[in-house]
């Protein structure tokens, strides 16, 4: 099983799109792909048509009653896509970090019940929220590969400076190594801004930046306005062709870039 | 003093660039405008070319030692524009909802530094975090405006009506009213589900819209690069032009809409 993070402190970078993308892309080359969305404000279960108002388990039931947990299984939602499954979030989960506050031990909830999902999944996709908090630190821990969107844009480079010295911080905890790929996206060959930050972006961070790009597509906007991964929608749109360009890359990697 | 919330649980939505552009228009104006930047990721902050993460004073401070606080003044920093000043984010700001968990009374922190600030300045403009937790509290205690970006796609859809409910249950401890509108942006009329979401918008909530659009311009990307306002670089680019009307109704009519 391979466990994915999907992550960025700055908002709007194409988190969700790309774990819709590339969790869709999985599925229908015939893994069992189980997508779990982190963000409270749950834009990844409102993709597939659930309610993060209402639902009734989800991702913050694990957190409730570690261990007493409704088995995980009920927690896995199928979708109308084979292979494709969903654990949602609840709008609840915004206030984990006032419930835990301080206390111990709460980064590896996420982890173990990943754990103990291990059999019935070969692909676990992570969407994080646009916040550093409890709910990243435990993505990180449950995860051994990390994919961080950037956009092509200045203020999201000076964000990712950031990001990268907050991951060093929190995997310093870590055993195991995590290694990341930069994903640029939205890029916009037209605008010198996307032109100089993919160049920025390339010199400073030359080993871990995946050697392509997400174009801007604005089929992603219909995707999701029919709730269905850009693939299903039309597998040779351009934002389609480069994710399963990404998604070829990182599995021949084994890892990283 | 008008104090404006821009705020949307929605990440990348606009809600730094309608900040900085209202803003911006202000101060061309002549009038005096603070801008608070509340994201612990600092774009804002970033935009005019401070650093989030080694920024000695910011609005952390506010909370840190309440009422034996830095002077309000030391806390706003010049721009390198006429009458345009910004109070700072620290990344730091990210482990508040921690540190302040269910203790009482955090939510007024930032209204009544606000208050102590009113003969300094006309307009104060609060960019907030993509996420609900004590620092939108106190963002939406301490406005008598409220300005909602709102992405005219599928998906910004459905958040803005969990925006709502959540801005409901807020605003009940309120005493005063806090009008809002509704700022549909990235407006693409090349694209069907910008058309559809804006049509759906408009009819689910005709009287807090706005009766335009911010529609897409790569300019922002470019102004963002040069860290201006896009109404300094251009200020007869579409989305200029099109916040320069936005901002002449919201005077206009007083309040909201
Ligand atoms: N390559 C692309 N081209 C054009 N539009 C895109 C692209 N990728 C994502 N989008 C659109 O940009 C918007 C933001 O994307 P998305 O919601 O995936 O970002 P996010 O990082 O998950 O946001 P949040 O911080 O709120 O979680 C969506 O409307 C999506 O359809
Ligand atoms: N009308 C527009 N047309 C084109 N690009 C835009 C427009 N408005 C904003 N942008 C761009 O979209 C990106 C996201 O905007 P911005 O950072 O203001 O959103 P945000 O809601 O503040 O994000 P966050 O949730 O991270 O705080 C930026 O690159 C910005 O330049
Ligand atoms: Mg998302
Ligand atoms: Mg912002």
Redesign the interface.
Known sequence: MSVWAVAN?????GK?TTTVTMAGLLAQRGKSTLMIDLD????LT??FGYD??SIETSVYSLFQNEGGVPSDASLCLATQFDNLYLMPAS?AL?TL??????REGMGLVLARAIQRLADRFEHVFIDC??????LMVNALAASDRLLIPV?T???AL??LE?ML??LGMILRARRRPLSYIIVPTMF?R?????L??LKNLREHHPDEIWKSVIPVD?QF??A??LGLPLTQLNAHSRGAIAYATLLDTVLASGNGG
């Open positions: 402190q700055k908002g709007g970078v969700t409270p404000h749950g834009s409102t993709y993060p108002d709008t915004a970090d006032r419930q835990l506050g301080a929220p646009p916040v550093l908090g409890v956009q844009e200045f203020l000076k964000g950031r010295r907050t916009d037209r605008t010198r801004a996307s100089e930050s604005t906007r219909e999701s306005r």
